[in-house]
T-cell receptor
């Protein structure tokens, strides 16, 4: 079946550091790929998405490229801020719902 | 426009009691999903509805869990004879349709604590 594997956390960075959270997937067919973010005390929010190979999703300075050849969708940001502290979930779409990775907790220190 | 809403936001109950959790999807969305987020289990799919079709119950953890969707809109997730391991955040999501490429939009969740 489909699955998502993402980098285990927690990840702690200083403000303005470069961020990469790795995500790889296994899927039949051609799912859409997502990054969701959950800020402390809040619900899940869609951060970005890509619907086909080589698409790049971007939002709030975050980017991820749908790489079919490596079955990856790594999340990157060039300069993180304290306000980026949250849990990040990589996910892929299925007809019967979204399959999520385990989540990576990011803490950004000033 | 209004997003997915869920009620109650928090629920504390005693072991053995029944609970009902409600989800109002985004207007016009025909697909509705329930997930559970718990420590150690991450985010797991429970059940989904597409319009008025019979739901896909493949993710329900036990027969104490059931869900219904009235009129193709509001959904209720019912947990009977609650157990402490049912404590979790229950998330509802909706999308335009149950298609592979559709984006799901999540509600704020109901935090359930079973004492």
């Amino acid at each position: 079946g489909n699955s998502v594997t993402q980098m285990e956390g927690p990840v702690t960075l200083s403000e303005e550091a470069f961020l990469t959270i790795n995500c790889t997937y296994t899927a039949t067919g051609y799912p859409s790929l997502f990054w969701y973010v959950q800020y402390p005390g809040e619900g899940l929010q869609l951060l970005l998405k890509a619907t086909k190979a080589d698409d790049k999703g971007s939002n709030k300075g975050f980017e991820a490229t749908y790489r079919k050849e490596t079955t990856s969708f790594h999340l990157e940001k060039g300069s993180v801020q304290v306000s980026d502290s949250a849990v990040y979930f990589c996910a892929l779409s299925q007809v019967e719902g979204v399959r999520f990775g385990a989540g990576t907790r990011l803490t950004v220190k000033p | 426009g209004a997003g997915v809403s869920q009620s109650p936001s928090n629920k504390v109950t005693e072991k053995g009691k029944d609970v009902e959790l409600r989800c109002d999807p985004i207007s016009g969305h025909t697909a509705l999903y329930w997930y559970r987020q718990s420590l150690g289990q991450g985010l797991e799919f429970l059940i989904y509805f597409q319009g008025n079709s019979a739901p896909d119950k493949s993710g329900l953890p036990s027969d104490r869990f059931s869900a219904e969707r009235t009129g193709g809109s509001v959904s209720t997730l019912t947990i009977q004879r609650t157990q402490q391991e049912d404590s979790a955040v229950y998330l509802c999501a909706s999308s335009l349709a149950a298609r592979v490429r559709e984006t799901q939009y999540f509600g704020p969740g109901t935090r359930l604590l079973v004492l």
